[in-house]
């Protein structure tokens, strides 16, 4: 059987690998699936309502009642999923990727994105096509639900606290990317009692502001804006508003990792303990900065929604990854940009210090990617092969092969989108995880020389 979902979702060109005979297909799909009423929305992308209403197609013609929400984020629409009756999700959206791309992101009843057995559920009816014909009597009907944006806003607000931000309440540059964070984000953000300055805040799917990734590169303009308005800070959302990013008041930008790690050390110094879920591919100073303030972490396989299912099994205080995609338990098991910009703002108002000075208390590394290139079908022997050759004492295989040396850890993983083996290294110095780098590539590298 093919595989159609990546590490999060279906996604691809539109009119080249994401068409609307694959919405369709996939409608029909999740309609057959989902037992129940199914919450669609989109991000502003401009080939979003093409896809959104092959999708609806095709979930209604399997007899399940599909339910518009309109543009929304992604975290809204699991939020309303979560909370209200509904059986399934499915998001019409590409992410960061640029407007050319599009994609589906499907979530179960509980708002959570399915994982492995869920998964291979929709992937075998698809693939099976075993979809019901249904008489005209049988099909499901359509519906919108235009409360999705503000239930999910109560909620943050709810959440944090409604005009809690004191007398002196932090300016926020707000920079919404053209997409769905524009519907919701300066507005919780306003409740909560901070100066919000919005930019790029109207839905654009031709992305006019700049590309939906919130990299360095792409938020010059934005850094420029928090200089401009002498900004306490500033955020930056992806293009479906599951994550975002941060700037400090001095304009640097802030790698999503010391987001991460800011936010679980103060969960945990709050809490006295608790446990942290967050990928093996995260880096160090996550740990290093949870266990300072007592607490403990546990690494899983890359993919926010493993990372969020570990979560529930253990308990966990909090969790997420080291691009900035948080997730806070006591509001939703899934990654929430609004969220987390709320509860950073509240956490900026209510501290001394300021966000650089916060981030100044946690271990600074450098992380170097690299990867060799080696076929689908060779890339298990070569893991294999690897960790035979590995002569360390303190060894981590939940993906991939980790290894935890004095100067820094490296970590082998087969690459689950391209014919790649990545190979991730980490130390206090650029230098030293280069050379780390080298090292295992090298490795990596005679291993697949030898094998495909
Ligand atoms: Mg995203």
Redesign the pocket.
Known sequence: MGELFGT?GVRGVVGDDMTPELALRLGRAIGTWSEGPVLVGTDTRTSGPMLRDALVAGITSAGAEAVDAGVAP?PAIQYSVEETDYAAGAIV?A??NPPEFNGIKVCTGDGTEPVNDEVADIEEIYFDESFPDLAWDSVGPRSEDPNVVDRYADAIVDEVGEDKLGDDPPTVVVDCANGPAGTVSPDVLRRLGAHVVAINAQPDGSFPGHDSEPTPENLASTIQAVEAVDADLGIAF??????CVFITGEGEYVPGERTLALVAGAMVENNDEGLVVTPVSSSQCVADHVENAGGEVEYTAVGSPIVADVMQQRRALFGGEENG?LIFPDHQYC?D?TMTAAWVTKHVADNDETLAEMLDEIPGYRLVKQSVDCPDEAKDEVLERYTETVDADDVDTTDGVKVFRSEGWTLVRPSGTEPLMRVYAEARDHEQAAKLAKHARADVQSIVDEVA
């Open positions: 999060n992604t959206t992410s960061h992806d293009g479906d508003a599951d994550r995609g990654r940009g």
